[in-house]
């Protein structure tokens, strides 16, 4: 009998010895477990506040970026509207001008208002017929007005 005690008592032991190892090493393993999950929950929490931190510069950027497009669109817009009155008001001015020289019916300036309204520039193109003969014409006509006939 107290051999087979003994027997199983050492087996008993052996049981013991290895589920307490076991225990020990699951124990040893979630603790290191734990180690890594902590460093892990560290990493994260830093990340986390980089990405808000990155989120803050993204928008704090976004906000310079929309002010200076709206101040550039406004004066873009100004320079538009400038552009657009002066343009009305050159065109104004040339209409009265033309107007104006329209009015004169003098025969004597006959030959000038039409000498005016001509492009004397000895420009030729391709394709085009030539126009010199006409162009000195009127200038000619311009100078010395119609011949009277006597």
């Known amino acids: 009998f107290t051999r087979s005690f003994t027997c199983y008592s050492f087996g008993f032991c052996l049981v013991l010895y ?3 190892l ?3 090493l699951l124990l040893c393993c979630h603790c290191e477990n734990m180690e890594e ?3 892990i929950a560290e990493w994260k929490e830093e990340f986390e506040t980089q ?3 990155r989120d803050e510069e ?3 950027g976004l906000k310079k970026l929309t002010e200076e497009g709206e101040k550039e669109l ?3 817009k100004e320079k538009r509207e400038q552009a657009i009155e002066d343009n009305f008001n050159n065109c104004r001015s040339a209409e009265e001008a033309f107007v104006a020289a329209q009015a004169d019916t003098d025969p004597e300036n006959a030959w000038k208002r039409l000498a005016a309204l001509v492009d004397f520039s000895a420009k030729s193109h391709r394709g085009t017929k030539d126009v010199g003969r006409m162009r000195t ?3 000619q006509l311009k100078q010395d007005g119609l ?3 006597s």
Do not use: N, Q, Y
């Open 37 to 39: 999950v902590d460093s």
């Open 137 to 139: 014409l009127l200038l």
């Open 74 to 76: 406004t004066e873009l």
């Open 147 to 149: 011949p009277t006939s």
């Open 22 to 24: 076991k225990r020990f």
């Open 51 to 53: 990405i808000a931190k």
């Open 58 to 60: 993204a928008e704090e």
């Open 18 to 20: 290895f589920s307490c």
